[in-house]
């Protein structure tokens, strides 16, 4: 028999809800066997118990095929891992993790960081105010916020940003092959192997001087190949996830009644609109895992080998850990969600990432409450081809 495809996100139906074959999958804790775009087979975990359980134990299911390989050609999973972070396990991701995310998520490292988030937030919305409407505000703005809160934590200057932007273009478009893959991420490794000669040289306040510097007492310092490796990842992770999941944050509270009202009303209410916003919007095709050994999630025989993704969205609409899951609610008291990961492979930038969305959505509310859609939500067009989903463009007057 033929397996079902792979439900990806139909946001021309659904601009901001899971494939709906998700929902009865979930309901029944059922562990599905599906064909992937890329060409191989893996089992759908839906609900949020059996997903934490999955993402909680590196032992038994590994990071090593790379979160996205079901659905970027360019993610072969039997490729070797050659220092790429986001695929290891055990001691070897430990290593890398504990030189970096002191850097972006150290509560006093925030606390260093908030006054720069604050004011590119504030530059930005001013840049936003000049401009003729109606407003493109994900590459006018949402791009724009992320783009430099990123380069300034590495220490990227303006005319080198654009390196970034090429480089997620081809990571995260699921056209991109194994063979273009390096080709096209070139430009922005060098100018990271140059940028680590000189923070060696003369180092700075940035992210990358203080791994350095963080690394430079532990038995195995970190080398210029991982330095690369784990900055270049920031950089392109950390704007365009962020700028997209921002974008589509704020298409969900401008289209759902009330809620864009309501954080006008209490912009105090910008750090629980944010969380929701994660819990809501998640991880939209979901993340990958490979099973170690012969086990079972909700008392579904997986074999060593094989290929396992978790549907975080899926978990997080789990009416059993939230009610009314599927509603928007910036109000909410937010429950424990899954939209950062979990286990040793959750986000590493998510407290950053907390601190831009909350700043941006409690100025943006402040400074500009009449803040509304240009076109009717219909007409906005959704990101395809792509694991970095969203709208494409978000037309916006005010």
């Keep these: 028999m033929s397996l079902p495809a ?20 979930r309901q029944d804790r059922a562990v599905v066997r599906v064909a992937c775009p890329t060409g191989f087979d893996a089992w759908v975990v839906s609900d949020y118990a059996g997903v934490r359980e999955v993402l909680g134990d590196g032992h038994r299911f590994s990071a090593r095929p790379g979160q996205a390989a079901h659905v970027l050609a360019a993610f072969d999973p039997d490729q070797p891992v050659n220092g790429q972070f986001s695929r290891m396990d055990g001691p070897g991701h430990v290593r890398i993790r ?39 505000l994900h590459a006018e703005f949402s791009r724009r916020i992320t783009t430099a809160v990123i380069a300034e934590l590495i220490g990227v200057p303006m005319e080198n940003r654009h390196l970034l932007h090429q480089a997620a273009a081809a990571l995260f478009d699921a056209s991109t092959t194994v063979d273009e893959l390096p080709k096209a991420l070139q430009p922005l490794f060098a100018y990271l192997y140059g940028l680590v000669a000189t923070r060696r040289a003369a180092p700075g306040d940035d992210v990358l ?7 430079a007492d532990d038995e195995r310092p970190l080398t210029d190949d991982e330095l690369v490796m784990m ?4 950089l392109v992770a950390g704007f365009d996830t962020t700028a997209s999941l921002l974008s589509h944050g704020l298409v969900a509270l401008l289209a759902s009644p009330g809620q864009w009202e309501h954080l006008c009303a209490d912009p105090s209410l910008a750090p629980a609109a944010a969380e929701e916003l994660v819990r809501y919007l998640g991880v939209g095709v979901g993340l990958m895992r490979e099973a170690t050994q012969d086990t079972t999630v909700n008392g579904q025989p997986i074999k060593a080998g094989d ?5 975080i969205q899926s978990a997080n609409r789990d009416p059993g850990v939230c009610p009314h899951a599927d509603q928007l609610d910036v109000t909410r008291k937010t429950p424990p969600h899954l939209g950062f ?10 407290q950053i990432a907390r601190m831009e969305l909350s700043t941006v959505l409690r100025e943006l509310a402040t400074r500009v409450p009449t803040l509304r859609l240009a076109v009717p939500l219909s007409e906005i067009p959704f990101k395809d081809n792509t694991v970095v989903r969203g709208p494409a463009a978000l037309p916006v007057c005010w």
Excluded: K
Excluded at 231 to 234: D, F
């Design 231 to 234: 900055n270049g990842a920031l």
């Design 341 to 350: 990961g979990h286990g040793a492979h959750a986000c590493v930038g998510q």
């Design 209 to 215: 001087s203080r791994m350095i510097r963080h690394s």
């Design 6 to 25: 792979l439900p990806l996100p139909q946001e021309a139906q659904f601009p901001f809800d899971p494939p709906p074959e998700l929902a009865g999958w």
């Design 307 to 311: 290929y396992i993704i978790v549907e």
């Design 98 to 136: 504990r030189n970096f995310a002191p850097q972006v998520s150290h509560l006093r490292r925030l606390a260093e960081l908030r006054p720069m988030v604050e004011q590119i937030t504030g530059e930005a919305i001013d840049h936003l105010l000049t401009l003729p409407q109606p407003v493109e």
